[in-house]
């Protein structure tokens, strides 16, 4: 059965102008205390309130009717069901600008970070929130997405690279190139090589001049946990405002790694591997892997699941940015080379070391639809 969903206020005001019931309705995280004297007139069947704030008469009109009320623990500093992704500055609430320490003991992200580490896993309500919340931003990341008509390019790699390191300039300027290239970016959300495919794209109005300059000023605090690692992304962000949209996908399972401040929506999830298989598979465009270790060569070979086995319907471009960190250092790419002989996306890999062979690759391999070879 479809339900109609009310997530925003538009949403109901324009529903309450035209109907005079609520019948296969699922309304979700709105204060419907003001609309007590409508809705209590209203037929309510077969509706579904979540996580929905109430009067004790609204409460008792709606259960009265047959109808089904999820409330949201006051408790939890996160809203479970939440319908909309999260602000980077959403995130930082709570965060006293130049205090590098204050994130960590005042920001919502660490809040919710805190609630979840001490949380404990056989406690069936705290776990139920955590999935209601998880559901919450897949059904917000599914209607985000609807909304690009732009292929994704997925941008990998470690959360551990420098800002100082060529490699993370490197990968910047690569997202702001296929920004400007109409492709839509999307990372894990996190420090590193995913901070520096958000900040491409969030400069994706300004020159690469201009980008030079934002990674100057971030170069002076080169990890996360440097002090002032927050203070640089805020000031590039008032030196250089943007409504450049991207995409990160970060977790609260690495939760120590804050999320950075370039993507403009972040997906955020408690559960780490509905969030990696998620972004893998929203990537239709490609997926380009800079230099990373466990955590990125996790993600290629769940790529190469995907494309091997067609999970998802079809087969796209697996990029590896550095011959010799790929060949090398972690030799993942021979392997890959191996495994995908004779299937469709083995002419899909690629491997260079320069943008502009990236790119080309990207426009001149794009997604198939997957041909099942039993």
Same mark, same amino acid.
């Given at each position: 059965?479809?339900?109609?969903?009310?997530?925003?206020?538009?949403?109901?005001?324009? %529903?309450?102008?035209? !109907? =005079? +019931?609520?019948? &296969?309705? *699922?309304? @979700?995280?709105?204060?419907?205390?003001?609309?007590?004297?409508?809705?209590?007139?209203?037929?309510?069947?077969?509706?579904?309130?979540?996580?929905?704030?109430?009067?004790?008469?609204?409460?008792?009109?709606?259960?009265?009717?047959?109808?089904?009320?999820?409330?949201?623990?006051?408790?939890?500093?996160?809203?479970?069901?939440?319908?909309?992704?999260?602000?980077?500055?959403?995130?930082?609430?709570?965060?006293?600008?130049?205090?590098?320490?204050?994130?960590?003991?005042?920001?919502?992200?660490?809040?919710?970070?805190?609630?979840?580490?001490?949380?404990?896993?056989?406690?069936?309500?705290?776990?139920? %929130?955590?999935?209601? !919340? =998880? +559901?919450?931003? &897949?059904? *917000?990341? @599914?209607?985000?997405?609807?909304?690009?008509?732009?292929?994704?390019?997925?941008?990998?790699?470690?959360?551990?690279?420098?800002?100082?390191?060529?490699?993370?300039?490197?990968?910047?300027?690569?997202?702001?190139?296929?920004?400007?290239?109409?492709?839509?970016?999307?990372?894990?959300?996190?420090?590193?090589?995913?901070?520096?495919?958000?900040?491409?794209?969030?400069?994706?109005?300004?020159?690469?001049?201009?980008?030079?300059?934002?990674?100057?000023?971030?170069?002076?605090?080169?990890?996360?946990?440097?002090?002032?690692?927050?203070?640089?992304?805020?000031?590039?962000?008032?030196?250089?405002?943007?409504?450049?949209?991207?995409?990160?996908?970060?977790?609260?399972?690495?939760?120590?790694?804050?999320?950075?401040?370039?993507?403009?929506?972040?997906?955020?999830?408690?559960?780490?591997?509905?969030?990696?298989?998620?972004?893998?598979?929203?990537?239709?465009?490609?997926?380009?892997?800079?230099?990373?270790?466990?955590?990125?060569?996790?993600?290629?070979?769940?790529?190469?699941?995907?494309?091997?086995?067609?999970?998802?319907?079809?087969?796209?471009?697996?990029?590896?940015?550095?011959?010799?960190?790929?060949?090398?250092?972690?030799?993942?790419?021979?392997?890959?080379?191996?495994?995908?002989?004779?299937?469709?996306?083995?002419?899909?890999?690629?491997?260079?070391?320069?943008?502009?062979?990236?790119?080309?690759?990207?426009?001149?391999?794009?997604?198939?639809?997957?041909?099942?070879?039993?």
């Amino acid at each position: 059965m479809a339900f109609y969903e009310i997530e925003n206020q538009d949403q109901l005001l324009a %529903y309450l102008n035209n !109907h =005079d +019931h609520l019948v &296969d309705v *699922a309304i @979700q995280g709105l204060d419907l205390r003001p609309f007590e004297t409508q809705l209590c007139k209203f037929a309510i069947q077969n509706a579904y309130f979540l996580g929905c704030k109430l009067t004790p008469s609204l409460a008792l009109h709606i259960q009265t009717e047959g109808s089904v009320i999820l409330p949201a623990p006051k408790e939890l500093p996160y809203h479970p069901f939440r319908g909309t992704l999260y602000h980077p500055l959403e995130l930082m609430t709570g965060y006293v600008r130049g205090k590098h320490s204050s994130f960590e003991t005042h920001s919502l992200d660490s809040k919710i970070y805190g609630h979840y580490k001490e949380s404990d896993v056989s406690n069936v309500i705290v776990t139920l %929130y955590q999935r209601i !919340h =998880d +559901h919450a931003i &897949d059904d *917000a990341l @599914q209607s985000y997405m609807a909304d690009r008509r732009n292929l994704t390019v997925g941008m990998m790699g470690g959360h551990s690279l420098n800002r100082s390191d060529p490699r993370f300039r490197q990968v910047a300027h690569l997202a702001h190139t296929l920004h400007q290239n109409q492709y839509f970016i999307a990372s894990g959300g996190g420090p590193g090589a995913m901070e520096a495919a958000n900040l491409g794209a969030y400069m994706g109005k300004y020159s690469e001049t201009d980008l030079d300059k934002a990674l100057s000023i971030l170069e002076d605090a080169p990890t996360y946990r440097d002090n002032g690692w927050f203070e640089t992304a805020l000031q590039v962000r008032d030196q250089f405002p943007s409504e450049e949209e991207s995409l990160g996908v970060p977790t609260w399972f690495y939760g120590h790694e804050p999320s950075n401040l370039f993507a403009s929506h972040h997906a955020k999830y408690f559960a780490n591997s509905i969030r990696e298989d998620g972004l893998l598979a929203l990537s239709e465009g490609g997926i380009v892997y800079a230099p990373g270790s466990a955590g990125t060569i996790q993600e290629i070979f769940q790529d190469a699941c995907q494309n091997h086995y067609g999970t998802i319907g079809s087969v796209s471009p697996m990029i590896f940015m550095d011959c010799t960190y790929w060949t090398k250092h972690k030799p993942v790419y021979p392997l890959l080379r191996e495994l995908s002989k004779s299937r469709q996306y083995g002419k899909m890999l690629g491997i260079f070391d320069d943008n502009a062979h990236i790119l080309e690759f990207l426009k001149s391999n794009p997604m198939e639809p997957f041909k099942s070879q039993l």
